[in-house]
């Protein structure tokens, strides 16, 4: 099955400054890519997500990138702010199928004012 | 439009106790799934359903039971309840590729 290694695992940042999470998969057929945030006390929500047809993807002040040939993609979080602090969790499909993922152990990020 | 929905939102059992977590959802997904949370694990899939009549043993089955009673419910049950089944249990659907989280049940187990 896959399996999805995710780091760091904590990550504290000045607000107004850039984090990146990195996580990397081992199905080289996996070509479905999502990023989810919980906050605290909160259920996981999907914030952005990649196919394998394109090596990036912007949306606002985060972003994806993916690289097939080394079997990671990252998470980058530009401006953060207080709010952005959360767990964020990537994944990959497991078994072949878009809908049935591997997630990765997760990411705290805390952002300080 | 409620999404997705679980009940209890919270449960305290002791060892050997039996009980059933139910799941539903209103958005029409084919696929459902129960995950457990627990510290530094990430989610970790026990059961899923691809479609109504089909269910799936996932990545942590052990101790645990499913029924895809209709589209729209998802139920897990624990027969035996064991301490290293407490845990946050996570039910999602899926619509597309996004999978939908409900918002979970604490489970202690002591």
């Known amino acids: 099955g896959e399996n999805v290694e995710q780091h760091p695992s904590t990550l504290s940042v000045q607000e107004g400054d850039s984090a990146v999470i990195k996580c990397t998969y081992s199905?080289?057929?996996?070509?479905?890519f999502p990023w989810y945030k919980q906050e605290l006390g909160k259920r996981p929500q999907l914030i952005i997500d990649?196919?394998?047809?394109?090596g990036e993807k912007k949306d606002q002040r985060i972003a994806v990138t993916l690289n097939k040939t080394a079997k990671h993609f990252s998470l980058h979080i530009t401006e953060t702010q207080p709010e952005d602090s959360a767990v964020y969790f990537c994944?990959?499909?497991?078994?072949?199928?878009?809908?049935?993922?591997?997630f990765g152990k997760g990411t705290l990020l805390t952002v300080n004012p | 439009n409620a999404g997705v929905t679980q009940t209890p939102k919270f449960q305290v059992l002791k060892t050997g106790q039996s009980m059933t977590l139910q799941c539903a959802q209103d958005?029409?997904?084919?696929?459902m799934y129960w995950y457990r949370q627990d510290p530094g694990m990430g989610l970790r899939l026990i059961y899923y359903?691809?479609?109504?009549?089909?269910?799936d043993k996932g990545e942590v089955p052990n101790g645990y039971n499913v029924s895809r009673l209709n589209k729209r419910e998802f139920s897990l049950r624990l027969e035996s309840a064991a301490p290293s089944q407490t845990s946050v249990y996570f039910c999602?659907?899926?619509?597309?590729?996004?999978?939908?989280f409900g918002p979970g049940t604490r489970l202690t187990v002591l």
């Open positions: 994944a990959a499909p497991s078994g072949g199928s878009n809908y049935k993922l591997t």
């Open positions: 199905d080289s057929a996996s070509n479905y």
């Open positions: 990649i196919r394998s047809n394109v």
């Open positions: 958005m029409n997904h084919n696929s």
């Open positions: 359903s691809a479609s109504e009549g089909t269910t």
């Open positions: 999602a659907g899926t619509r597309g590729d996004e999978q939908f």
